[in-house]
T-cell receptor, first 114, second 117 residues
Framework: GEDVEQSLFLSVREGDSSVINCTYTDSSSTYLYWYKQEPGAGLQLLTYIFSNMDMKQDQRLTVLLNKKDKHLSLRIADTQTGDSAIYFCAESYSISGGYNKLIFGAGTRLAVHP | DTGVSQDPRHKITKRGQNVTFRCDPISEHNRLYWYRQTLGQGPEFLTYFQNEAQLEKSRLLSDRFSAERPKGSFSTLEIQRTEQGDSAMYLC???????????????FGPGTRLTVT
């Protein structure tokens, strides 16, 4: 079955790097995603990685994918207070017809302190 | 491009009442999804539309739930005879067509928070 696991909480100091980890179960997932949710808001697509890649960098964000271990991580460099939010990992579950149903983890709450 | 919009943002209703939510996807996105998010959890898939056709429904979508996308643009989600367990955030997302080469990108709206008392 499909399942995505994340640690629930991470606290970092402003200026440090944050690393949020995720494990997933569906080895046929085509894309893996990171979304950010601020209080009372919807989900913001941060970045995603195709399953045949092992790394993707986008400004302060670095995504690492270990397909063998089904492990995904998001590194945020120079973490700022504005990065405080809940971060969701998601895997895509492709249905015949070509659309992608996203399976989400429960989210990791990132707290950035001075 | 103004993003996905949802209306209302908040809805408080009494148990047993019917409610309807609206989602306007990003223009020219032909794929539309509904998800439900309960407190402390990630979103869970409810249903999917490609243009006006509803192609997939989750088992979470009981008979009291119905979704439509009559002209392939905006979508509505109706819950009949609401129950306290329906209290959640209802999120809509849209993605572009396969022809765009970016159909795997899902963009979410701000959600409608439903409270059933």
């Amino acid at each position: 079955g499909e399942d995505v696991e994340q640690s629930l909480f991470l606290s970092v100091r402003e200026g440090d790097s944050s690393v949020i980890n995720c494990t997933y179960t569906d080895s046929s997932s085509t894309y893996l995603y990171w979304y950010k949710q601020e209080p009372g808001a919807g989900l913001q697509l941060l970045t995603y990685i195709f399953s045949n890649m092992d790394m993707k960098q986008d400004q302060r964000l670095t995504v690492l994918l270990n397909k063998k271990d089904k492990h995904l991580s998001l590194r945020i460099a120079d973490t700022q207070t504005g990065d405080s939010a809940i971060y969701f990992c998601a895997e895509s579950y492709s249905i015949s017809g070509g659309y992608n149903k996203l399976i989400f983890g429960a989210g990791t709450r990132l707290a950035v302190h001075p | 491009d103004t993003g996905v919009s949802q209306d209302p943002r908040h809805k408080i209703t009494k148990r047993g009442q019917n409610v309807t939510f609206r989602c306007d996807p990003i223009s020219e996105h032909n794929r539309l999804y509904w998800y439900r998010q309960t407190l402390g959890q990630g979103p869970e898939f409810l249903t999917y539309f490609q243009n006006e056709a509803q192609l997939e429904k989750s088992r979470l979508l009981s008979d009291r739930f119905s979704a439509e996308r009559p002209k392939g643009s905006f979508s509505t989600l109706e819950i009949q005879r609401t129950e306290q367990g329906d209290s959640a955030m209802y999120l809509c997302a849209s993605s572009p067509s396969v022809l765009s080469g970016r159909t795997y990108e899902q963009y979410f709206g701000p959600g409608t928070r439903l409270t059933v008392t």
